[in-house]
Each structure stands twice: as C-alpha cells, then as structure tokens.
C-alpha cells in the first residue's frame, strides 16, 4: 500500500468493495458482481452473471445453459431472477408456484409504481363516484363486504400482472359484485361523449330506430353495417346517426337536449380541422335534413352547414368520382363499392342543398353534372336507387323553377317578368305532370311522393307574384290552392296510415324532415292568406278552416323540442287566424257571376323565392302589431280585430275573462290585456284606456316585449320572428274540435 492509501494489483491484500480499485479492477470478484447485478434485467438471473450461451461462469468454470437469452414478464416487472428457458419454451418456477401467466415479450417494459399508483388512485375515485351513480339509480351494494370505501375494495388493483390498467367500465362492474340468487344488472358503456354516455344496448336500438324511421326520408346509408363500423369511418357520422335518431327516443326523454351541445361542439371541432373524409359529408347531410333545434332563426346555422357540405364535397372531389386522384395527394384507386359510396353521397349532397334552398328561400348551391346525369337502363356504379333517382330528378325540377324564375338578371329582386313567368308556368305545368306520371307509375312510397307534391307547391307558390290584372290571375290562384290542399291531405293520408292509433301522429309527421315542416308552414299561410282574401268567395268554408286547422296541428306535431320553431310559428299562425277579419262574401260567390280581384295578395317581400309568401306575411304581422304596440292604431279598429276570433283555434287551458273576453291561462297576460290568446286583440276591457290599447305589452304578444323601432328585420338567416316571439308553450295543446 502507497502512501495514498492504495494497493497495487500485485498485493495480496484484497481491496475494499467501495475503493476506486474494485470500481476499475474488472479481474476483481467484488467488480464482477456488481457488473452482474447491473445487467441483471438483460442477462439470464438464472445463471451467476454470464450475457450468452458461450460465457464462462468466472466461479465454477461451467457453460451456461443454452437457449436462456432473457427473463419473462412477471420476473422483469419485479427485478427478480428467472430459470424461464426459451427454446424449447419452458416457463419459470416462480410463475408455475404463483400461477401466473409465463411470457416473453420483446416490447415489454416495466411500469413504474409510484405513477401506476397514482394512476390507480384516480381510477379508483372515478369507480367511486360511478359506483355511487350507480347506487343513486336504485343499484344496491352489499355493504358487508367489498364496500367501496375500504381497503378491501380497491385490492383488486393493487396487482401487477398486467401493466395496463383495466377500463373503467369493467372494473366497475367487477366491483358491484353479484349477490346470492340476485343480479344487479350493471350498464356497461360503450360510447362516451362529454358527459353522454351510452350502452351498446342503446346505441342498436338508436340505430335500429333511425334506419326504420328516419332513413326512408334520406335513403342513403347502409342498414346492415354495424354501429362500431360508422363510428370507425367517423366520430360524426356516428353520432349524427344518434343524435337524429334521440330525437323522439322515448326510453330517455332528455337524451337528445344532452347530446345537442356535444355534437355541436363535435361539428365544429370537426370542421375546423378542415375535413377530408366522404363520411364527414354524410354526417353533414344528416344534420342539413334534421338540424339541431333552435328557438331563434339567427342561430340557425343549416343554410351555413349546407356550403361546407358541397364545399368538403367538391374539395375531395365527389363531383369527380372516377377521379379523385385529382384531389388528393396519394394516388387512389376506389373498387366498384367505394365508387358507388361516392356517387351516391354526392347525389344526396344535391338533394338536401336542394331542399335547403327551397325551405329557406336562397339559391341553392347545387351542381347537377355529368356525375348525376340519369342513365335509365344503365346498371353500375353511378345508378342510384329508385327512390334516390326519383329525388334527385324531383330536385333538379325544383332547381329549374327557382333558377328561371327567381333568378333574372335584368331584375333588382330577382323575379322574372310576368310574361316570362306566365310561359315558364306553362312549361313548367306540363314537365311536372310528365315528372309526376313517371314517378308515380313505379309505387315507390309515400315519401317520394310527399316531395313530389311539394315540389308542386314551391311551382305554384309563384301565383302570388302575379298583379291582380295579370290575365289568368285567378287561375294560378286557384292552381295553387289545389297544390296546398293535394299536399297537405295527402300528406296527412299518409301519416294516418302509419298512425297507430287515431288522433296520434304517425311516422311521416313524426319523423319528418325540416324540410316537409318548411312546406307545411308555407302551406298553412297559403290557406291562411287565400281564406281570408276575396279568393274565399269561390272555397269552401268548412274545408278551408278545417284544412287550416290539421295543418298547425301538423306543425305542432314536427316539434321536437320545447318553444323550437316549428311550434312558434305554429302559434303565429294561429294569432294571424284569430285576429284577421272574417270576409262577409266568404262561400258567396255564384258560377255564373264573375269574381273580381283586389290586390290584397300582393307581396311585399320578393326575394325569398317561393317562401317570399312566409316571410311577407310575417312582415305585415310585424307592421301591424308593432304599430299597435306604440298605440298608432285605433282602439276600436285594434278591438274590432279581435272580435271575430276562432274559437277552435283557441287551447282548452284557457277561460273567460271578468269582462267576458276569451283570457288565456298563461301568467304573463295581465288582466288590462285579456283581450286574446297571448295575441288575438288588443284592447283588454271595454274603456279605451292606453292601458287596454297595447295590453302593458302583452294583448297582442302574448307577453313579449315589443322589440325597437330599429329592429333588422332580416337578421342573419332572414327571419323576422327573432327577438320578437318568446311565447309560454307550456299550456300548448292540440286544436280544440279538430
């Protein structure tokens, strides 16, 4: 030894496991063993410290034995030695001893226990409050043994055989543990979204009830695929199937308002991503068809969904299926199946931009090509279904009318001339019947039908652009009145065919599409404007206000949701009805006397295309009622409106006031505005007070506070019911006698 305390390598004296010299010396026996110990993982435990078959043990001399390279799972995962051999496989003594299950995996690595238990401590209070939602829904737990909140329950993960955790859903139901003779019937969820979570029990009878209900309207997805299998294509596909189908899920009544703010959230994150999936077109073209609800037309986004729909569309080139390499990166080659996929969803984008922009009055955004030309005879992969033909053609006519018709570039507001417009009615009567006899003839159902009459109805609807001394002006008055009633009553046929009990909404109605519940309202004001019109003089009292009436009825039965728009328009309609005067002459006029025209049809509103007639019946509403909210009108001429109110139009739930006016039960009416239901006059008593005149805001509107003198009347999405409607539906009831 040196004066630095060190011995040299020729020294008997052994050094010190923890001197530099054991560090370095590798002939040193202290040295080896901590080289052993350090690639103890990577050698075999079961022998000494050798690293392959032909390493000499430094101790005994011997060979290791061959074909042992490593050590198992279970042995690794606990940094102990393993006598695993691996060819011919055998597995290690400690795993037979405890019965686990001997491995090895050439990606296994360790997992470590301070973040695996705090991993399992976050799962546990999720299995905590699970469990105690499950108890909350009437679950019960046996509180002797394996109680949640005892060391106990949460042993069973406390192992570490797998290194992945178990799922949530699974340990719950391995905690709530069966109890002699009995079962607890634990839900097992599938699918989550946010705070929505649904069973695979829920998720196939959602399924089932949209392709038996809802796809006949939009026939284009795939019944015999799998929920799993949407849900791979895409997260929005899937849950728009869902979200269309929770629309009238009568097993969970709140279902759908849960999934409302979810899925949008969904859409929008989906969007913004800037999609390029075919399936992000379909999801799209179910929630265009059966948008999510709203109360307010300015928060309507379908008419914006619509253009990202063709936009996505065309920007993956749908509208070139044969060649979508063109618009992608990589180079495609689609089969027979994945062409037809593609040609059919590109005809279903134009069927429902189609209907879009006949609902909402604005120019479509279609393209009819060469992709969607009909090949009658033709069999491959650009054929479409029947009823898919069927629409598409019906479509394509709607588009006719509205391009030649409403789209003149010689005019400000887009209306042709009334003598282009009368030559285009003849042409356009003439290809409908043709349109007509050949859908008709091949008994395709009631729901190409039900848009076959409606396409009827948005051609007709140009009657009311006529001047009252165009030749022939009572004519299409009178056409158009045979398309609304023809709509409308075959319509409500239909549905009482798929009724299943009288007085019930059946499947047409009930699982209509925006669309159809568009061309009813314009329907209901068609047969509110010409009943109470000079036109009344040459129809039928009787059949026009009862037609009126099953027509709200069959607004108020598209609802879906409290105070949505379907169910206010449904209640304007109803005030527009009871505070209109009734026409004297109404079912007076003779055959042989001639009927002479006014100009009380006459638009105001004419750039809404065939909806110009909803939107200008809306705005003299507007006029009228916000003139009596400032008190311009006359009392008694206000007064007088009221007088003649329908009384079948008027709910059960209401009463007669003190002054022996009809007063509705609703709160928000005060006494001085008892005058009408939430709206159908003004003035509450007999003195002429201004109290009485605007009812404290309430005679007229049910209500509702007048809106400013500046109000936008056409906001974002054109409606002029915003801001202004906010009726109390909770007394809404169906029309009493009817």
């Known amino acids: 030894m040196d004066g630095s305390g060190i011995v040299s390598a020729g020294g008997a004296t052994p050094a010190s496991p923890t001197s530099p010299v054991s560090a370095l010396n590798g002939s040193n026996g202290a040295g080896t063993k901590r080289k052993r110990g350090s690639m103890a993982l990577e050698s075999d435990p079961g022998s000494p410290g050798g690293h392959d078959d032909e390493t000499m043990e430094p101790d005994s001399g011997k060979k290791r034995q061959p074909g042992v390279k490593r050590a198992c799972n279970e042995c690794r995962q606990q940094k102990l030695r393993c006598d695993v051999v691996q ?42 409050r699970a469990v105690q939602k499950a108890r909350n829904a009437g ?15 949460t042993s069973a993960y406390t192992h570490t055989r797998n290194p992945s955790l178990m799922g949530s859903d699974e340990a719950v139901s391995s905690l709530l543990h069966l109890k002699r003779g009995g079962s607890y019937n634990v839900p097992r969820y599938t699918h989550e979204l946010d705070n929505v979570r649904l069973t695979e029990d829920t998720v196939t009878l959602l399924f089932g009830t949209f392709f038996s209900c809802y796809h006949p309207y939009l026939p284009f997805l795939n019944p015999n695929q799998s929920p799993d299998t949407y849900f791979q294509q895409h997260a929005l596909l899937f849950w728009s199937i869902i ?14 308002s849960s999934l409302t703010a979810p899925v949008k ?19 799209l073209c179910l929630l265009c068809t059966w948008p999510l609800p709203t109360s307010s037309s300015a928060t309507d986004p379908t008419h914006i969904l619509c253009g990202v729909m063709m936009k996505t569309a065309t920007g993956i080139g ?53 992709a969607l030309a009909v090949r009658p005879g033709e069999d491959g992969p650009f054929t479409l279904s029947p009823e898919l033909e069927a629409r598409l053609r019906i479509e ?20 042709a001339g009334d003598e282009h417009r009368a030559m285009l009615m003849r042409v356009y009567r003439r290809e409908f019947g043709e349109l007509q006899a050949s859908i008709l003839s091949q008994h395709l159902g009631p729901f190409v039908n039900l848009h076959l009459r409606a396409a009827n109805l948005h051609l007709r609807l140009a009657g009311f652009f006529d001047a009252n001394t165009t030749p022939g002006y009572v004519d299409d008055l009178m ?14 046929e239909d549905d009482k065919v798929t009724s299943p009990g009288q007085n019930t909404a059946g499947r047409i109605l009930t699982y209509a599409s925006n669309y159809i519940g568009q061309m009813l309202v314009a329907a209901g004001f068609v047969l509110l404007k010409l009943s109470k019109s000079f036109f009344a003089e040459i129809v039928e009292v009787e059949r026009s206000r009862n037609l009126f009436h099953t027509t709200v009825r069959a607004i108020r039965a598209i609802s879906v949701v409290h105070n949505d728009l379907p169910s206010r328009l449904a209640e304007l309609m109803v005030q527009m009805w009871n505070g209109s005067r009734s026409d004297p002459k109404i079912g007076t006029h003779q055959p042989d ?7 009380s049809l006459q638009l105001k509103v004419r750039c809404r295309h065939s909806m110009s007639l909803v939107f200008d019946t809306i705005w003299r509403w507007r006029e009228e009622y916000e003139a009596l909210g400032r008190g311009s009108l006359d009392a008694n001429e206000s007064s007088a409106s009221s007088t003649h109110m329908d009384s079948t139009l008027i709910p059960a739930a209401q009463m007669q006031g003190p002054s022996g006016n009809i007063m509705s039960s609703n709160s928000t009416l005060t006494p001085g505005a008892s005058g009408a239901i939430g709206g159908g006059g003004a003035a509450g008593n007999s003195n002429h007070s201004s109290n009485g005149n605007n009812g404290n805001g309430n005679g007229m509107m049910g209500g509702m506070n007048y809106p400013d003198t500046n109000y936008d009347f056409f906001d974002p999405q054109h409606w002029m019911l915003d801001g202004l409607l906010d009726f109390n539906y909770s007394f809404v009831q169906p029309l009493e006698g009817t």
Request: contains cysteine; proline residues 3%; charged residues 25%.
């Open 265 to 283: 959230r969904l859409l929008w994150s989906t969007i913004a991503d800037v999609p390029s999936s075919h399936y992000v077109v379909k999801a």
């Open 593 to 599: 006397s001639i009927l002479i025209p006014d100009d």
């Open 479 to 492: 056409g158009l009145w045979r398309a609304t009633t023809a709509f409308v009553e075959h319509l409500l």
């Open 139 to 153: 679950f019960v737990l046996d509180d002797d043994e394996h109680d949640l909140q005892s060391p106990a329950a």
């Open 243 to 256: 979200t269309v189908a929770s629309r009238r899920y009568s097993a969970d009544r709140s279902l759908f």
């Open 396 to 415: 394509m006519f709607c588009d006719k009318v509205s391009k030649e018709m409403y789209s003149n570039a010689s005019d400000s507001r887009g209306v």
């Open 87 to 128: 060819e011919p496989f055998q597995g290690c003594s400690r795993c037979s001893r405890l019965k686990l299950e001997c491995k090895i995996e050439s990606n296994f690595k360790r997992v470590g226990k301070r973040s695996k238990h705090a991993e399992m401590e976050r799962e546990i209070e999720r299995l905590r």
């Open 318 to 370: 749908l509208h070139r299926p044969s060649h979508t390499q063109d618009f992608s990166r990589v180079s495609i080659e689609l089969n027979k199946e994945q062409l037809h996929d593609r040609v059919t969803t590109w005809a279903v984008c134009n069927i429902v931009a189609q209907s879009i922009g006949t609902g909402y009055g604005q120019p479509a955004s279609t393209l009819y090509d060469w």
